[in-house]
């Protein structure tokens, strides 16, 4: 599929690897709906894509609001006329370990809220997102792509229970979505990316960061246009679907 001209919707767009995918999306000369709860960021990243001279929408949207997610989708119809490309990158990291054991007794656990809150954004969000996603692509009768952002995660990290479950969710619901759609001319493929400088990791102490870079065979962290660049490739190779790319420098959990 070339980008040319196409619409392609992002969700988490409002910084991060959101905002990179929409940058990188805009050089090409795609036109770009941005979802984020972030209003104020959803500005910032909207005028950088028209600084490409494209065309971009705000769409403020929890992922997790099945109403809003409808909402927000039938708008971006309505407004570009046409549904190409969602790229499911919303996501939130609520981090513990399942259980804290204190002098042989367990002093703490990973709440339910801990775990849900994950779950909903992560995992049914994607869901959701994927799903309208697919349903106006199929009304448009042109085919289109789903990219779902997972993450290294997914093969199993200490501390993240929810993210780690969330993130093979969402690996294993794009091989079946790539396996369902096929005959409508929607493919479907997932990007995991390892450790990436986003705000979250560039403000950790030099020292922690270190201690997060010195596993990985590359020794640096990705770049969030790297991320960008891996789900421009999917779009535009037709015979990719169904496969996650690892793009993690070499590192394993």
């Not at 993130?167 to 450790?195: D, H, N, Q, S």
Request: hydrophobic share 45%; net charge neutral; with cysteine.
């Amino acid at each position: 599929m070339q980008v040319q001209s196409k619409t392609v919707v992002i969700t988490g767009a409002g910084r991060g690897i959101g905002r990179s995918l929409a940058s990188q999306f805009a050089q090409r000369g795609a036109n770009l709906a941005l979802l984020d709860l972030n209003a104020a960021d959803l500005e910032e990243s909207r005028a950088l894509c028209q600084a490409h001279g494209v065309e971009a929408r705000c769409y403020p949207a929890d992922v997790s609001a099945e109403k809003q997610v409808i909402g927000a989708m039938d708008a971006i119809v309505h407004d570009f006329g046409r549904f190409d490309v969602i790229v499911n990158n919303a996501g939130i990291v609520n981090d513990s370990l399942l259980i804290k054991v204190k002098d042989g007794v367990v002093a703490d656990r990973m709440s339910l809220s801990q775990w849900q809150a994950v779950v909903n954004v992560n995992l049914t969000g994607v869901f959701l997102c994927g799903r309208e996603a697919a349903a106006h692509m199929v009304k448009f009768g042109q085919g289109g792509v789903i990219i779902n952002i997972s993450s290294i995660s997914r093969h199993g990290n200490i501390g993240q229970t929810n993210y780690a479950a969330t993130k093979a969710g969402v690996a294993a619901m794009t091989v079946v979505w790539a396996k369902e759609l096929a005959r409508y001319g929607i493919r479907a493929g997932a990007i995991a990316p390892g450790f990436t400088n986003t705000e979250i990791l560039s403000s950790m102490r030099p020292e922690v960061l270190q201690r997060v870079i010195a596993p990985v065979p590359l020794r640096r962290l990705g770049d969030p246009a790297e991320i960008a660049h891996a789900a421009l490739f999917i779009v535009e190779n037709e015979f990719f679907t169904g496969r996650c790319i690892d793009l993690d420098g070499g590192l394993r959990l």
